[in-house]
């Protein structure tokens, strides 16, 4: 498999564009966009009332305004060639509010309010991107996971699960692989503007 790497900070549109070009010239074509930058900045305080001004740009940069300028740039290319799939990663946290308390009782930092903003943010850039490149022959999609078990306390995993219709938390490697597979590949050729929860049934008790 070829692979060319790039560095580049989403949050700067120059790099953006930039990547953009050097992507195309590499084989000619772009058929595949994944935004899948996303996070916040570890160590930095997550309640919503201590939250420095910079770590609210910063993470809504990464996670929305990042997604925006790739499909911005990506769809340029895409709207020229006639066709292409984009797949947002968004988040339950776009659809739902969280229960703080889970959090709390078991050590863990709480996700900021900023990232659900964001992660709204990317649900919404989808749907309307999706209707303006839908006569070009480009898809938009995007997948909102749930939580995944990456190593946080056993309690937190437990209380977690236990609001899950399925009963766990996902599996990194395993329960996003075949969503953006569907959604990169002719069997999704009748999809767009839709939003794959992928949550284990989270969001059905919320």
């Excluded at 160590?43 to 910079?54: F, K, S, V």
């Excluded at 739902?96 to 863990?108: F, P, S």
């Excluded at 070009?136 to 946080?152: A, D, H, T």
Aim: net charge neutral; with cysteine.
């Amino acid at each position: 498999m070829d692979v060319l790497p790039l560095a580049l900070d989403v949050r700067r549109h120059d790099d953006v564009a930039a990547a953009a070009v050097r992507v195309r010239a590499w084989k000619g074509h772009i058929d595949i966009l994944i935004n899948n930058a996303g996070g916040g900045i570890p160590g930095r305080p997550t309640d919503i009332l201590q939250r420095a001004p910079e770590d609210i740009e910063a993470l809504i940069g990464i996670n929305l305004t990042g997604a925006l300028f790739c499909c911005q740039e990506v769809g340029r290319i895409m709207v020229e060639q006639r066709r292409g799939k984009i797949i947002n990663i968004a988040s339950i946290a776009g659809l739902v509010g969280r229960d703080r308390g889970m959090y709390h009782r078991t050590g863990l930092a709480q996700q900021p309010v900023d990232y659900a903003a964001a992660k709204a943010g990317v649900i919404g850039l989808t749907l309307d991107m999706a209707a303006y490149l839908a006569p070009f022959g480009v898809y938009v999609n995007c997948i909102s996971p749930g939580g995944f078990e990456r190593g946080q306390p056993q309690a937190f995993v437990q209380a977690y699960s236990e609001r899950t219709a399925l009963g766990r938390m996902g599996r990194d490697g395993i329960d996003i692989k075949a969503a953006a597979l569907f959604l990169a590949s002719a069997a999704s050729d009748y999809v767009t503007g839709h939003n794959l929860v992928l949550d284990g049934g989270f969001v059905l008790w919320h």
